[in-house]
């Protein structure tokens, strides 16, 4: 059987998800804190068809016997990439940035207790609470947490500032940032924040970064990057159509060996 | 009975082998650390023709009532995929653990060109060399490759990497040490250091998929530093060596040959039929 038609479908599907990750990027190119992903291929098992088992008969090999044939692509991986995005000012004092590694703690109430998820995206909003203070709330509800992982109350009567290590000023409280052991554990949990599928103890608090109050960070996709790579994919693509075809011409001179 | 119709057969089972490798080069083109096969045919061997009853022979060459016409080949099979370790392009990607091997620059052993692997140990505990330097550390700390192989250090241990360093900013030097705090002198400190084998005849391995070679019955030393000519760049991959314009015009040449092949078993077909026909009133 010709498996070159099973070769090229591997082809399509490969370029098909790298598409699908970039078209993933563009779509994202404004999104505030957002962390582009880039997909990587790799080769699909060979095996190796024993033609001639006699190696002396075979003369002027250049390779240990037998034809190793490899099976075509798959993707093995989107990765997470993580660099710093441009800072955006917007002198709006409930927008934060972190400048460094890191991700921002927010929380949603389950229940009795809060779930942590991360985020870089530090555009919040106020939600008063009903005694007199009110907690920072990103776009999605998601409440701010400190490094204790409690939602940040901050009194109405103060002027909302943070420092560059992210204590309040007239309050106790410090903005928890968090780096993680493998960051490509983190999983997209839809609206801008991630969920960490590793173990607790793999989640760490770090004070090597810095939050700036009064930016935003814009989304590190550079669309230059994106429109070349999604031009060279689906050349990629294309190829593997022209693949298909091919087996499909072959195919159809194997079936034409019979004249009707 | 017509020799030549198996003849042409075996010439389609031969190019169909070939497509197969091309439509997987072609799949490949944006595999990092891929390198292309290259499909060479063989004649079958060769086989000597005869003449049975032929009184004019000489009795000095031949057996008596023997005459050999001389040699023929009955046709022909994919004999090897010979893997190409031609130098890809390195390309820029800006992830943190991404490494790029060069060894363009290496020189000729016996006329032949050593090349240059990471040594990695697969889930059996068994040692891949690979050009994929696309690599990733996991929750042990441990480097590895994306399909989880540990790369190995110059002592030929997995390298382990802590966490702080692979949440923080990481650099990794020509000669393959990996530096934490690069830019910071009071913490700047190095890691560990990339191991790398030298093998002086790459047609020796043997692929195994996922980007990785074994090499049968060898067990070359991971180098302690790096031959002339080599170097390593960070922050880069080698994308596959695949030329594409080439392969498809290879593929477009390929599907000519088998189309040619066929078109013979067709006129042996038709000669069959004639032979048929004889019979007929």
Known sequence: ?260 | MLRGIDTAASGMIALQRRQEALTNNLANIETPGYKKGDTTLRAFPEVFLERINDSKASPTENAPGFSWIGSMQQGVYAQENISSFLQGDLVETNNPFDVAIDDRNIPLVNGKKPSVFFAVTNSGGEIRYTRNGRFTVDEAGLLRTLEGYAVLNNQGKPIQVDANVASGEVSITSNGEIIANPDDPSKRKIVDTIGLVLIQNPNDLIKEGNGTFKLDGQNPAILSELPEGVQLHHKMIENSNVDPTMTMTNMMENVRLYEANQKVLQAYDRSLELLNSIGRV
Request: proline share 3%; no cysteine.
């Open chain 1, 1 to 260: 059987m010709n498996t070159s038609l099973y070769i090229a479908t591997s082809g399509l599907n490969s370029y098909q998800k790298k598409l699908d990750t970039i078209a993933n990027n563009i779509a994202n190119a404004e999104t505030a804190g957002f962390k582009r992903r880039e997909a990587s291929f790799e080769e699909n098992l060979a095996i190796s068809i024993e033609n001639q088992k006699a190696a002396n008969r075979e003369i002027g090999r250049m390779t240990p016997n037998g034809v190793r044939a490899g099976f075509g692509v798959h993707v093995n991986g989107t990765q997470l990439i993580l660099d710093q995005g441009v800072p955006k000012a917007t002198d709006n004092p409930l927008d934060l940035m972190i400048s460094g590694q890191g991700f921002f703690q927010v929380g949603k109430r389950q229940g009795g207790s809060i779930e942590a998820f991360y985020t870089r995206n530090g555009s919040f909003q106020k939600s008063p609470t009903n005694n007199g203070t009110y907690r920072l709330v990103n776009a999605e509800g998601y409440m701010l947490l400190d490094k204790n992982n409690q939602p940040i109350d901050i009194p109405n009567d103060i002027d909302f500032s943070v420092s560059e290590s992210g204590t309040i000023a007239s309050t106790n409280q410090q903005i928890g940032i968090v780096t993680f052991e493998n960051p490509q554990k983190l999983l997209g949990e839809g609206g801008n924040v991630f969920r960490y599928t590793g173990s607790a103890n793999e989640v760490l608090a770090t004070a090597n970064s810095t939050i700036q109050q009064g930016y935003i960070e814009s989304s590190n996709v550079d669309l230059s990057k994106e429109v070349t790579d999604m031009i060279t994919t689906q050349r990629g693509f294309q190829f593997n159509s022209r693949s298909i075809s091919y087996a499909d011409q072959m195919l159809g001179i194997a079936n034409g060996i019979i004249r009707s």
